[in-house]
């Protein structure tokens, strides 16, 4: 390998070449992508890696690029091939004059790799650390690194999603996560259960165990990572048992502008006698 320390810096992003490791730093200037920007610096180790490639880029430039192990990161398992050619974390593009530079670094690079690309057992990229949230367009969703979190939006959620109440998922619970990216058509997060029946799941904006994302809403650099920590939480629980959640009481204030909220559906027809009774007396017992 080269020498340990060894960088090799290119537009947004600077590969910093150790025994066992390449460290990315990534750039927070104005024209960096925000991705970038949230993402700050990444360490993959080498046996994250299954191949390395050097092409022509556009105007005048060259794309060195490592390609992941599958199951290797959990931030590109949950972006599942949706992220913009721009955004790809594992992309340095540099100026064609450092073209035999760049080819120097990755001929190195290749002589320390197995060529593994069968999945990885394991992460074996570190994922984004919690606490994390985000706004989507109908909730403010919340991960504490043992359970998620909806709290709804009375302009964003569905009538389908009050009357489910906020929600809270351990992660024991989950199964895996379903990220849509948010510069896609019906963008949303999507936390899959463990106990599941198969079936098709209902629309993301009618699914208490989603959040969609709308103009401004959701967007790549705070959803994705996000959803990787997730994921990755999920993975580490395995088969444990579920996480308990957090028993803390309900703000009255918030308790009591819900309940208003509700009164509102009630009077709309959209929610019915019993279910007016019964979602009231449920708001009523977290105080």
Known sequence: MSR????????????EFESDSVLIRFERGIRTPKL?????????????I??????????????????PRPGADPLMEAAAGQLKEACDPYRLVLPAERETLAE?????????????????????????????QFKAYDAKASFDGKSVSFRWFWTGASSAKWKAGDQSFPVADLSGVE???????????????????GGSPPQADQDPASVVFGLGYGPVHESLPFAAA????????????????????????????????????????????????AKKAELLAEL
């Open 4 to 15: 340990m320390g060894d960088v090799l810096a290119g537009f947004h992003a600077a590969w």
């Open 36 to 48: 970038f920007q949230a993402l700050g610096e990444r360490r993959i180790p080498l046996e994250a």
């Open 50 to 67: 299954a191949a390395v490639t050097l092409t022509q880029g556009k105007r005048g430039t060259v794309v060195l690029r490592a390609e």
């Open 104 to 132: 120097y670094y990755a001929d190195e690079l290749r002589a320390q790799l197995t060529e593994d690309d069968s999945p990885a057992e394991r992460y074996l990229v570190a994922p984004p650390e919690a606490p994390l």
């Open 179 to 197: 990220w849509r990216s948010p510069e896609v058509f019906e963008g949303h997060l999507r936390l899959l259960s463990r106990d599941a029946d």
């Open 230 to 277: 997730v994921l990755a939480a999920v993975r580490s629980a395995g088969s444990a048992g579920a996480l308990p959640a957090g028993g803390a009481r309900r703000d009255p204030a918030d308790i009591a502008d819900r309940i208003r909220h509700l009164g509102e559906l009630h009077e709309a027809g959209l929610v019915t006698d019993e279910e007016f009774s």
